[in-house]
């Protein structure tokens, strides 16, 4: 198991058998990225074959200083699936933002083993939200929505909605405390 | 203008995404004016938000890699042999090799995805087998254990009928009657009782079990030491009990047998109400 800076250079060096281990490690979570954006599975699909090929032509151009590897596939990822997305339904105008501002973030790191921990943790902390909550979170960041676009999507008051959202991340904070890493003052 | 408070109870949705477009730069001021808590607290959000798409579960087709190694295994081929040809032309040859060795990479990679594919089905079926024979073992085992129940009872079933069968044969044999003592409820018992051999077998009947604290005692009741112990029985449901009672030797004649109720493991003497009673001489 070569760890990610490794499986970088070996991507810069034209070596398939590093994509081929990106992809085991990554795929699943870029795809699921892609069809929960789009609801689409053959459109997720085509976004995770471009993504990884992006990937594998631009590997140059991901900087380690900037943030992690996954969260470089899934900032190209999620920016592909809402341009579909909006291409997908132009006449309604989008204006929302087209990504999180975690996409610079610095997680903590990504070996397999944490990964699947990680990805055990997360889908206990998404259990842990009321459905409604769930739903408004997945608005948010699945789809870009902003509180009025979701407001008017479910049909809620505004206020409604942002205090969903806060105690949504609030019990999202909690549950994943274990993984968070402290910022340094 | 919002307050700091304010500022920090927006940041998770500053993160998240989901703040109105007119509402970041008020936030994106707080922050380039160097609020450090606001700063720490944005990039915990900030790490929260990063983990929720690890939440999305669902897994991709099968095929899908290959997929992947088609479109980058052709790519590469191609720019690999446009670089070559632009350099040295002599080396077209190379291009090609190259293409081949990607194109055998991608087929070495198609190959592995369905024989990982074939694997993981055989492994599935096998464990579904596994699982399938585990549970008719179990029933097996449930079965047989059953079944040595079975035998063991009948086999202590056979060895009191061999008994009582080989006393029937022993010489001397004689049959002592016991009724129920006056006051004590309806039951009767008798002995087959060999002097001669030492051995005496005890059958009572219509006894009413006892309490877990209380046990039904035989008496022989002796010429020399008066009441001496038998041994002690419980009644099984159809309230029979059974003793196999070693005859005393050295207490002279047995003029009567007698069972009392005692605590339970039995007494050295009869303490407690007599149930039976019966005369060895009127046999």
Redesign the interface.
């Known amino acids: 198991m070569r760890e990610a800076e490794q499986l970088i250079a070996g991507l810069r060096g ?1 070596d ?1 058998a590093a ?2 281990e990106l ?2 490690r990554y ?3 870029v ?3 892609a ?2 954006v789009t609801g689409d ?1 053959g459109a ?2 085509e976004i ?2 471009d993504t ?2 992006q990937l ?2 631009q590997a140059d151009r991901y900087d380690a200083t900037q943030g ?1 590897l996954l ?1 470089w596939l ?1 900032t190209i990822c999620r920016s592909r699936a809402i341009d579909r997305m909006r291409a997908r339904a132009a006449r309604k105008r989008t ?3 087209d ?7 610095h ?2 790191a990504e070996d397999l083993a944490d ?1 699947n921990e ?2 055990q ?3 206990e ?2 259990a842990a939200l009321s459905p409604d909550q769930r739903n408004a ?1 997945a608005l ?2 699945y789809e ?5 676009q ?1 407001a008017d999507r479910l049909q809620e008051p505004l206020g409604t909605v ?1 205090t969903r ?2 105690q949504a ?2 019990v ?2 909690r549950v ?1 405390g274990p ?7 | 203008m919002k307050s700091h408070d304010d500022i920090q109870a927006d940041l998770p949705l500053y993160a998240l995404g989901s703040l109105e477009a007119a509402e970041r730069p008020e936030i994106d001021r707080h922050l380039a004016a160097g609020c450090d808590a606001c700063s720490r607290e944005l990039e915990t959000w900030r790490q929260v938000v990063a983990l929720i798409p690890l939440g999305a579960g669902d897994e991709p087709p099968a095929d899908l890699k290959a997929k992947l190694f088609e479109r980058v295994g052709s790519g590469a081929a191609v720019a690999s042999s446009v670089v070559a040809r632009r350099r040295i032309g002599w080396a077209a040859p190379l291009a090609l090799a190259a293409a081949a060795v990607l194109a055998l990479a991608t087929y070495r990679e198609i190959g592995w995805r369905a024989e990982r594919a074939r694997r993981d089905e055989t492994t599935a079926g096998l464990q579904q087998e596994l699982a399938n024979a585990r549970g008719d073992l179990a029933k097996v085992g449930a079965a047989l254990a059953a079944r040595e129940n079975d035998v063991a009872a009948l086999r202590s079933a056979l060895a009191n009928a061999q008994e009582s069968l080989s006393l029937l044969q022993a010489r001397g044999l004689t049959l002592v009657s016991l009724k129920e003592t006056k006051d004590a409820p309806p039951a009767e018992g008798h002995i087959l009782l060999s002097r001669p051999t030492g051995r005496a077998l005890f059958y009572g009947f219509g006894l009413p079990p006892v309490g877990s604290d209380k046990t039904y005692e035989l008496w022989w009741i002796t010429e020399k030491q008066g009441p001496v112990p038998a041994g002690t029985f419980r009644p099984d449901e159809g309230g029979i009990g059974r003793v196999d009672a070693p005859v005393p030797t050295d207490a002279g004649a047995i003029q009567a047998a007698a069972v009392t109720v005692e605590s339970a493991g039995g007494v050295p003497k009869p303490q407690g109400p007599m149930v039976l009673l019966g005369s060895t001489t009127k046999s």
């Open positions: 034209r398939e994509l081929s992809y085991d795929g699943q979570t795809y699921a990225v069809l929960r599975a997720a699909e995770s074959l990884f090929h594998w032509q992690s969260n899934l204006t929302a933002t990504a999180t501002d975690a996409d610079h973030v997680p903590p990964l990680r990805r943790l997360v889908r902390a998404m979170v948010a960041y870009g929505l902003s509180h009025s979701i942002k959202i806060r991340m609030g999202l904070r994943l993984v968070l890493s402290v910022p340094s003052s």
